[in-house]
T-cell receptor, first 113, second 111 residues
Framework: EAQVTQNPRYLITVTGKKLTVTCSQN?????MSWYRQDPGLGLRQIYY???????DKGDVPEGYKVSRKEKRNFPLILESPSPNQTSLYFC????????????FGSGTRLTVV | SQQGEEDPQALSIQEGENATMNCSYK?????LQWYRQNSGRGLVHLIL?????REKHSGRLRVTLDTSKKSSSLLITASRAADTASYFC???????????FGKGTSLLVTP
């Protein structure tokens, strides 16, 4: 089944403790992206990657890092999480950027206390 | 970044009725996409309409695009309780790679 898999689905952590949210797709998509969703603010792009070793900032990149060493994986790294990073995170992938529909993962609900 | 804005914010209808949601945006786009999100779950791509298209159909969905008014509408015909979800429009600029989402319309379909 074609899908984007995120792990974990739920995570509660403490301020300052480094964490990684994994994202993997099995559709050979070049383009991958991370979004966060917050009440009243909608979905905002954090980072995106157009291919292996090619990443760029989205609208809200502060406090996040990404890497794209393999085509299928695009992990989101929070080096020192803070409470304002409490959010629902989505990974998405697509062929040829946003010129076709995206496939989204099921989401990771992160709480930073 | 530029976002679509959906209208209404919330819509409640009965099964069998049609649901219409509107989206307005600010600058020229390459395409506009509609997504559905069930509560707390991932977004599901419904339909994409390109800037040179005016109308597209997919099953019970009909999307229109008016680039002169910078607006789009999503029509769901003969709605079902299973259509209850949030619906988002997302625009893609000619120069960009990002989906620029609106804040969504929450649709409730009651039996």
């Amino acid at each position: 089944e074609a899908q984007v898999t995120q792990n974990p689905r739920y995570l509660i952590t403490v301020t300052g403790k480094k964490l990684t949210v994994t994202c993997s797709q099995n559709m050979n998509h070049e383009y991958m992206s991370w979004y966060r969703q917050d009440p009243g603010l909608g979905l905002r792009q954090i980072y995106y990657s157009m291919n292996v070793e090619v990443t760029d900032k989205g609208d809200v990149p502060e406090g996040y890092k990404v890497s794209r060493k393999e085509k299928r994986n695009f992990p989101l790294i929070l080096e020192s999480p803070s409470p304002n990073q409490t959010s629902l995170y989505f990974c998405a992938s697509s062929n040829q950027g946003a010129y076709y529909g995206y496939t989204f993962g099921s989401g990771t609900r992160l709480t930073v206390v | 970044s530029q976002q679509g804005e959906e209208d209404p914010q919330a819509l409640s209808i009965q099964e069998g009725e049609n649901a219409t949601m509107n989206c307005s945006y600010k600058t020229s786009i390459n395409n506009l996409q509609w997504y559905r999100q069930n509560s707390g779950r991932g977004l599901v791509h419904l339909i994409l309409i390109r800037s040179n298209e005016r109308e597209k159909h997919s099953g019970r969905l009909r999307v229109t695009l008016d680039t002169s008014k910078k607006s789009s509408s999503l029509l769901i015909t003969a709605s079902r309780a299973a259509d209850t979800a949030s619906y988002f429009c997302a625009t893609v600029l000619n120069s960009g790679y990002a989906l620029n989402f609106g804040k969504g319309t929450s649709l409730l379909v009651t039996p």
